[in-house]
């Protein structure tokens, strides 16, 4: 079992920085891929960034590529998504994933395991 728990999220303007931050635990939480991904009203849960267990492996959407970075720290069971430039079009709700079969990367939503519940991200234009 892993647990996840997002935090970070808030009301951000446009071209504005959010960090997010995951903290999992949990048995298996560290041999886990961790990922974001986000979800806006009416529109299908989609992908935003990975990361391999050690962390040495990165993958992005290419919505955010070049805006966004994926981090972990194996010592804090955490891991993090460093958001700049934020644009209207990033409003979502953000979600943490663990992926504890190791598909990496994995893309979609069935691939992984387990969810945290979510933190919101709004960007004011």
């Known amino acids: 079992q892993v647990q996840l728990v997002e935090s970070g999220g808030g009301l951000v303007q446009a071209g504005g920085s959010l960090r997010l931050s995951c903290a999992a635990s949990?048995?298996?939480?560290?041999?886990?891929?961790l990922a974001w991904f986000r979800q806006a009203p009416g529109k299908e849960r989609e992908f935003v960034a990975a990361?391999?267990?050690?962390?040495?492996?990165?993958d992005y959407a290419d919505s955010v590529k070049g805006r966004a970075t994926i981090s972990r720290d194996n010592a804090k069971n955490t891991a993090y998504l460093q958001m700049n430039s934020l644009k209207p079009e990033d409003t979502a709700v953000y979600y943490c994933?663990?992926?504890?079969?190791?598909?990496?990367?994995?893309?979609?939503?069935?691939?992984?395991?387990?969810w945290g519940q979510g933190t919101q991200v709004t960007v004011s234009s």
């Open positions: 994933a663990a992926d504890t079969r190791l598909h990496f990367p994995a893309l979609k939503p069935g691939e992984y395991d387990y």
């Open positions: 949990g048995r298996t939480s560290t041999s886990a891929a």
């Open positions: 990361i391999s267990v050690s962390g040495g492996s990165t």
